[in-house]
């Protein structure tokens, strides 16, 4: 499986923005979707954001809806998230996985799932 690296983490105010960079080393086309993840210290891995592999579609979770971009350049083979309106909530080591399942259960994406590899990740701190 192709590793993900990640980068473009780091300290932000509250009301800042970020964005992530992750690059898929050369994933070639692939049915599933390739998407953000984050943990929170003492939390578990939650799902944030994919991008199907044309990226006519995406699918976020409803706390970073609105906030929160995922974009695609496949002639580059880079993943981005941009971070917009950051919260203190939002720190957490944030993780990309280049084999992702969208799932809608119970009105919410949040049990989407990411069944590649995972990379090292990046950590995001939001000061308030």
């Known amino acids: 499986q192709v590793q993900p690296v990640e980068s473009g983490g780091g300290l932000v105010q509250a009301g800042g923005s970020l964005r992530l960079s992750c690059a898929t080393s050369?994933?070639?086309?692939?049915?599933?979707?390739m998407g953000w993840f984050r943990q929170a210290p003492g939390k578990e891995r939650e799902f944030i954001a994919a991008?199907?592999?044309?990226?006519?579609?995406?699918w976020y979770t409803d706390s970073v809806k609105g906030r929160f971009t995922i974009s695609r350049d496949n002639a580059k083979n880079m993943i981005y998230l941009q971070m917009n309106s950051l919260k203190p909530e939002d720190t957490a080591v944030y993780y990309c996985?280049?084999?992702?399942?969208?799932?809608?259960?119970?009105?919410?994406?949040?049990?989407?799932?990411?069944?590649?590899?995972w990379g090292q990740g990046t950590q995001v701190t939001v000061s308030s």
């Open positions: 050369g994933r070639t086309f692939s049915a599933y979707a």
């Open positions: 996985n280049l084999e992702v399942t969208p799932r809608y259960i119970s009105g919410s994406y949040s049990r989407s799932l990411g069944i590649g590899s």
């Open positions: 991008i199907s592999w044309s990226g006519s579609t995406t």
